[in-house]
């Protein structure tokens, strides 16, 4: 396969149906955790209409659904750009240990806070007997191993990719870093600080009137889906100066989590 070929079949849009084979043909144990995770996901949506329990004013099944969907989500974009890398490397006993991390350690999070909705309980910042304190420290470490891989992940492409100078590649390498970097650092602040009790924004859950580490944890997990869309976008309207452009955005982006970290912390 020639670089350009390699290129165009991360930068051409796909049918619905040609989605599932693209990804599975680039990661297929990635593939498959993300399919898990969406086919998860109907009956905890489904839960949150039927069981009215709650926690700290939410309903109970709201944080698994979350979870489930950015999991499927992470998952899927992993897959993704494994794409970029050599045909022979995306077999690679390295990159099939680095989609295992991604399946162990996001199933146990997602695991662990689906056996506490059905018991009515919280998974985050439940520490009141050394068990549930003990798994709350789990959850910090595989959080910490999920986005380690989207760092090797990152260098993997940096150092194989045929075309890692392309604005495109640039951008998945960059927002990988992000990711495992701005992730890490808020998540560890997410952990220290609970977040406010009460549904606040729709879906979301934010709460913008009060100090809150999630919006600024938001824009970590995602970094390795958005700075890279930047790039997409950049490259596929031929944008002239795409690299300063993409170096623009990833400034404003860093500058922006910056700020909501800050609020978080005010």
Partial sequence: MTADTLLRRCLLPLDAH?????????????????????????????????DDRTWREVAIWAKPLKFMLSTAAFAATTAWFVGLLPKSL?????????AWVV??????????????????????????????????????????????????????????????????????????????????????MLGGQQPPAGTGLPLLGWHLGQADARPAHFLGVHAH????????????NRVSHAGPWLSAFTVTYLLGWTLLTLWALR
């Avoid at 995306?90 to 680095?98: H, T």
């Avoid at 889906?225 to 596929?236: K, M, V």
């Fill in 18 to 50: 040609g989605v599932y084979r693209e990804l599975m043909s680039r990661q297929s144990v990635l593939t498959i955790l993300a399919a898990a995770m969406l086919a998860l996901a109907l009956p905890a949506a489904v839960l949150i209409i039927l």
């Fill in 90 to 98: 995306q077999a690679s006993p390295l990159v099939n240990r680095l």
């Fill in 103 to 188: 399946v162990i350690t996001s199933t146990f999070e997602v695991g662990y806070i689906s056996l506490q909705a059905v018991l009515g309980q919280g998974s985050h910042h439940n520490t009141g007997d050394p068990l549930h304190a003990a798994l709350f420290g789990l959850m910090a470490i595989a959080a910490v191993g999920l986005t380690a891989t989207q760092a090797v992940l990152a260098g993997l492409i940096w150092r194989h990719s045929l075309e890692r100078n392309s604005v495109f590649v640039r951008s998945v390498i960059v927002g990988l870093i992000l990711t495992f970097a701005l992730a890490k650092a808020s998540g560890f």
């Fill in 225 to 236: 889906q958005l700075i890279p869309l930047a790039g997409w976008l950049l490259q596929r």
